[in-house]
C-alpha cells in the first residue's frame, strides 16, 4: 500500500466514523476504481451503518462513496455532485475535442481532479460531474477548451437527460470465459499482454479488483483496464463444433 492509498483509507474512515458519531450522511470526494475497492480496509467502521458508491449514472466508473446511518432510506440521499453540460458557442469553429482535452482544461484552472467524476462526450456536447462546491466556479471560468469557445449549463434534472454510453460490438471465439481471454478480445491484445495488467492491479470487474487470469466472467461483467477503457462481457453466442465459445462483447467508445 502506497502513501496515497494510505491518505484515502484515513479520509474513508473519518468519514465513517463522523456518520457513525454524529448520526448523519458523509460523503466523499469522486475515487476511482482502486480507491474504491480501498473500502474493504474500512469494514469496522462500517459495521454499524450502510454504505453505497454513486457517480451520478448507470455506468459511472468514478464515483462518491456515501456512508449513511441505518434509518436513512437509501433513495432519500442526494450525494453532493452536479452535472455540467458543455457546448461549442460556434458548432461551425470547433475543435475535435476528446475526454483529455475536457479534463486537462478543467484541471487547468486548479481543480484537483477528486472533485471531477466521468465525463461522458456526446458528439460535439460533454456532461462532466463535478463536486456541487465547485460547479459555479466552474461555470464562471471556463470558457475555452484549446481554440473552441465553449457555453456551459448546470444540470439540475438528470432525469432530463440521457447518458447512453456508445459501443463498439466485438465478436470472436475463445477457449474459455476467462478473464485474460476475453480482455484480450475485447482489446484487441494478446493473453500474454493482458496478464501484466491483471497482476498489476489494473483490471476490475463490476468495480471489484480481480488479480486471477482465470475469473470466470458472468454474463454483463462490466470490466475496465486501466489505460485500456471498459467492456462489457454479454453472452456467449453459440460453441463451436471445437468446443470453443463465440462470444459477444461491447466495448465502450
Given at each position: 500500500?502506497?502513501?496515497?492509498?494510505?491518505?484515502?483509507?484515513?479520509?474513508?474512515?473519518?468519514?465513517?466514523?463522523?456518520?457513525?458519531?454524529?448520526?448523519?450522511?458523509?460523503?466523499?470526494?469522486?475515487?476511482?476504481?482502486?480507491?474504491?475497492?480501498?473500502?474493504?480496509?474500512?469494514?469496522?467502521?462500517?459495521?454499524?451503518?450502510?454504505?453505497?458508491?454513486?457517480?451520478?449514472?448507470?455506468?459511472?466508473?468514478?464515483?462518491?462513496?456515501?456512508?449513511?446511518?441505518?434509518h436513512y432510506d437509501e433513495k432519500e440521499l442526494y450525494a453532493p455532485y452536479a452535472c455540467l453540460k458543455i457546448k461549442?458557442?460556434?458548432?461551425?469553429?470547433?475543435?475535435?475535442?476528446?475526454?483529455?482535452?475536457?479534463?486537462?482544461?478543467?484541471?487547468?484552472?486548479?481543480?484537483?481532479?477528486?472533485?471531477?467524476?466521468?465525463?461522458?462526450?456526446?458528439?460535439?456536447?460533454?456532461?462532466?460531474?463535478?463536486?456541487?462546491?465547485?460547479?459555479?466556479?466552474?461555470?464562471?471560468?471556463?470558457?475555452?477548451?484549446?481554440?473552441?469557445?465553449?457555453?456551459?449549463?448546470?444540470?439540475?434534472?438528470?432525469?432530463?437527460?440521457?447518458?447512453?454510453?456508445?459501443?463498439?460490438t466485438i465478436s470472436g471465439s475463445v477457449s474459455s470465459i476467462r478473464l485474460d481471454t476475453v480482455i484480450a478480445l475485447?482489446?484487441?491484445?494478446?493473453?500474454?499482454?493482458?496478464?501484466?495488467?491483471?497482476?498489476?492491479?489494473?483490471?476490475?470487474?463490476?468495480?471489484?479488483?480481480?488479480?486471477?487470469?482465470?475469473?470466470?466472467?458472468?454474463?454483463?461483467?462490466?470490466?475496465?483496464?486501466?489505460?485500456?477503457?471498459?467492456?462489457?462481457?454479454?453472452?456467449?453466442?453459440?460453441?463451436?463444433?471445437?468446443?470453443?465459445?463465440?462470444?459477444?462483447?461491447?466495448?465502450?467508445i
Amino acid at each position: 500500500m502506497n502513501k496515497e492509498e494510505q491518505i484515502v483509507i484515513n479520509r474513508l474512515r473519518d468519514l465513517a466514523s463522523i456518520c457513525h458519531n454524529k448520526n448523519i450522511p458523509t460523503f466523499s470526494d469522486f475515487l476511482n476504481l482502486n480507491e474504491q475497492n480501498l473500502l474493504s480496509w474500512v469494514k469496522e467502521e462500517t459495521q454499524n451503518i450502510n454504505v453505497s458508491l454513486d457517480g451520478g449514472y448507470k455506468y459511472a466508473e468514478r464515483k462518491m462513496i456515501v456512508f449513511y446511518p441505518n434509518h436513512y432510506d437509501e433513495k432519500e440521499l442526494y450525494a453532493p455532485y452536479a452535472c455540467l453540460k458543455i457546448k461549442p458557442s460556434s458548432p461551425k469553429f470547433k475543435d475535435e475535442l476528446n475526454h483529455r482535452d475536457y479534463l486537462g482544461a478543467i484541471l487547468s484552472l486548479g481543480i484537483d481532479r477528486s472533485k471531477i467524476g466521468d465525463i461522458i462526450i456526446n458528439d460535439s456536447e460533454a456532461f462532466v460531474f463535478c463536486t456541487e462546491g465547485i460547479s459555479n466556479y466552474i461555470k464562471d471560468n471556463f470558457f475555452e477548451i484549446k481554440r473552441t469557445s465553449i457555453e456551459i449549463d448546470i444540470i439540475y434534472d438528470l432525469n432530463e437527460v440521457e447518458f447512453s454510453p456508445k459501443f463498439k460490438t466485438i465478436s470472436g471465439s475463445v477457449s474459455s470465459i476467462r478473464l485474460d481471454t476475453v480482455i484480450a478480445l475485447g482489446f484487441t491484445k494478446s493473453r500474454g499482454q493482458m496478464t501484466p495488467l491483471i497482476q498489476g492491479g489494473k483490471v476490475f470487474v463490476n468495480g471489484k479488483l480481480i488479480q486471477s487470469n482465470s475469473y470466470i466472467l458472468k454474463e454483463n461483467d462490466i470490466v475496465s483496464v486501466r489505460g485500456l477503457g471498459k467492456i462489457i462481457y454479454r453472452e456467449v453466442k453459440q460453441q463451436t463444433k471445437k468446443g470453443r465459445n463465440y462470444i459477444i462483447i461491447d466495448r465502450f467508445i
